[in-house]
């Protein structure tokens, strides 16, 4: 039987998991500010947690082998968490951390929605009332209020980072949505070690191929490279020890912390900053899907 942490210890390990998370991201900005490409930073991370991985349940003794169906849909839900994590690092490199954060973890209210439409499962009413309010935050956050002019400009300015945010995160609740009902009995360690795998090799392969694989081009470079792998396969890691030790409701408010940790680092260490209204917006947005995460189903 696992042993439950207290609340107040799972929490404050949580809360610093998902700010190791959005440093991860801080690190991804200054390799990329640094010559490194998306499908490299990619292929890195995934690559070095898939390989880590692969150690860890050997050490644990966890068999790897798998249905040859249960393989392929895996791999399938692979090639998509791979296309979600380049859309996801092509934010982070063209608008401010934060706000790629922010409107990629829009992705629990598109995956409810998903699973309304796919199995009929109908919203709880505080869900309900939790999109609506994560939409508003999360036009105040991105500072698109104002006159058309303003609007225009703005969305010139954070457009395509925030398309790729909101790709990422359409991708990631279909990936969501197909793991529940493909996935759902595969452990979730190994289903882990799938998707990364998949992604590395998917990455490499497609970056071989365009000649995208561009590394660092001086030492912040690389610190960056190899602090955002080491922060993420940490990160991900801790997770599978702790997230089975907790309440559901405790993992859903500690570690939606993610978007505001990036906000701070990403002033202290990036010198990226917002408006007050900005940052309003992003902790409504923050309430909003810790309320739908802590909803009943």
């Known amino acids: 039987m696992v042993n439950r942490l207290s609340a107040r210890l799972g929490v404050a390990l949580l809360m610093l998991l998902a700010a ?30 898939a390989l880590f991985l692969v150690a860890l349940l050997r050490l644990l003794s966890v068999p790897l082998a798998l249905p040859r169906a249960t393989l392929a849909r895996g791999l399938g839900i692979g090639l ?57 935050g999360l036009v105040l956050a991105l500072d698109v209020v104002g006159s058309a002019r303003h609007v225009a400009g703005r969305w010139a300015e954070i457009g395509v980072g925030v398309g790729y945010a909101i790709g990422a995160s359409l991708l990631f609740a279909a990936v969501l949505l197909f793991t529940t009902r493909s996935l759902k009995e595969v452990d979730g360690r190994v289903r882990s070690l799938l998707t990364m795998g998949a992604t590395a090799i998917a990455v490499l392969a497609v970056g071989a191929a365009t000649s995208s694989l561009a590394l660092p081009a001086d030492g ?44 701070v680092l990403g002033w202290a260490i990036l010198g990226q900053t917002v408006s007050p209204l900005q940052i309003f917006g992003a902790l409504v947005v923050v309430g909003a899907i810790t309320l739908l995460g802590s909803a009943k189903r």
């Not at 629990?108 to 869900?127: D, Q, T, Y």
């Not at 907790?246 to 408010?253: P, R």
Request: charged fraction near 10%.
């Open 20 to 49: 190791m998370f959005a440093g991860n991201h801080i690190a991804a900005r200054l390799a990329f500010d640094h010559g490194a490409s998306v499908p490299a930073a990619v292929a890195v991370r995934s690559g070095a947690t």
């Open 80 to 136: 998509l968490v791979a296309l979600q994590s380049f859309c996801l690092y092509s934010a982070v490199a063209r608008i401010p951390v934060a706000l790629a954060l922010l409107a990629f973890n829009t992705y629990p209210m598109l995956f409810a929605l998903a699973s309304w439409a796919v199995n009929g499962e109908r919203p709880s009413k505080r869900a309900a009332s939790a999109m609506p309010l994560a939409l508003v």
């Open 220 to 263: 912040l470079g690389w610190l960056g490279l190899a602090l955002l792998t080491l922060l993420y396969g940490t990160a991900i890691t801790a997770v599978f020890t702790i997230v089975p030790r907790l309440g559901a409701a405790s993992n859903a408010a500690a570690l939606n912390f993610e978007p505001v940790a990036a906000l």
